[in-house]
């Protein structure tokens, strides 16, 4: 039962990370958080089934199904993430902090009507479009789509540590974040980096939303609002602006959910409301999360 449960928590931990790797990212460049990335993950999970919908039908084998909706998905939200910025943000960069987080809350509400009014008020069969394998051991039970979601959350996130630390446009992402003035003077294009920083950001929360419709099978115009609070707790769990820390903050956040819901009386129902606790007793314990760093408010 416990390794079983360990195994869920993994599997929703990895989701819970992407997702919240778009938040740390923003907020590590801007000071700011992006609350309609939420939206941006659920933006992820539509663009994936319609993709689906289109090569279903086409002679590709089911792997290569599922990459091309996920490849589809992850530049979509990407490039939709450069629009929010670029529309919602931007004119605001000089604005009180209070302005663009109103600006976000509108920017998450146009897009979740959006999809409401457009497209879908009911929760939409995410099929699946790979033959799920079963394994059993030691008592729990592991299928190749948990191993799927794990494999790409992981490498999602490889690829992007690797890119900040080893990279021109990594190096001059980590310059803005630590003084955007200064980087400006040495010849960085804050614009530029910015929007990049939004186009990464929006890649990952395009896969978490594919991965996140794989598995539990249907999706819903407002799917984003629990889950994105979730992905929020866990990159504040980790330290907000700190890359390692909002992808363990993710697992670990997974993995609590997974034993509260299977050991604690009523847990299945209750589910969701130990993230709001979680995040209550870090924000009092430990405000800057388990890896994050207290840094003074420049004036």
């Not at 869920?8 to 700011?32: E, K, P, S």
Request: hydrophobic share 55%; net charge positive; charged share 10%.
């Amino acid at each position: 039962m416990l390794l079983q449960q360990l195994i869920n928590g993994v599997t929703l931990g990895a989701i819970y990370a992407l997702i919240a790797l778009g938040y740390t990212l923003v907020y590590g460049i801007l000071r700011m958080i992006n609350f309609a990335h939420s939206e941006v993950f659920m933006g992820g999970a539509f663009l994936g089934l319609a993709t689906l919908g289109l090569v279903g039908r086409s002679w590709l084998p089911a792997g290569g199904q599922v990459a091309i909706m996920v490849v589809v998905a992850m530049l979509g939200c990407a490039f939709l993430g450069m629009a929010l910025e670029r529309i919602a943000y931007r004119p605001l960069r000089r604005a009180p902090r209070l302005t663009p987080l109103i600006s976000a809350i509108g920017a998450s509400l146009v897009l979740q009507n959006a999809i409401f009014l457009f497209v879908s008020d009911q929760s939409l069969t995410f099929r699946e479009s790979l033959p799920v394998v079963h394994w059993r051991c030691g008592g729990a039970e592991l299928n190749s789509l948990q191993l799927l979601i794990l494999t790409l959350a992981v490498g999602c996130m490889v690829v992007l540590r690797q890119f900040i630390l080893k990279t021109r446009l990594g190096q001059a992402m980590r310059a803005t974040a630590q003084d955007s003035q200064t980087a400006q003077l040495m010849g960085v294009n804050i614009n530029q980096i910015i929007a990049l920083t939004f186009f990464l950001g929006g890649a990952l929360g395009g896969a978490a939303g594919v991965l996140n419709g794989m598995y539990y099978g249907s999706i819903k115009y407002n799917m984003g609002f629990i889950l994105g609070i979730k992905a929020f707790t866990a990159a504040v769990l980790g330290g907000i602006g700190n890359i390692t820390g909002a992808m363990a903050g993710g697992f670990l956040l997974g993995i609590l959910e997974a034993l509260g819901a299977g050991f604690l009386p009523g847990g299945a129902e209750w589910k969701d409301v130990f993230a709001f606790v979680v995040l209550i007793l870090v924000l009092l314990v430990k405000p800057s999360g388990l890896l994050g760093q207290h840094v003074p408010e420049k004036l």
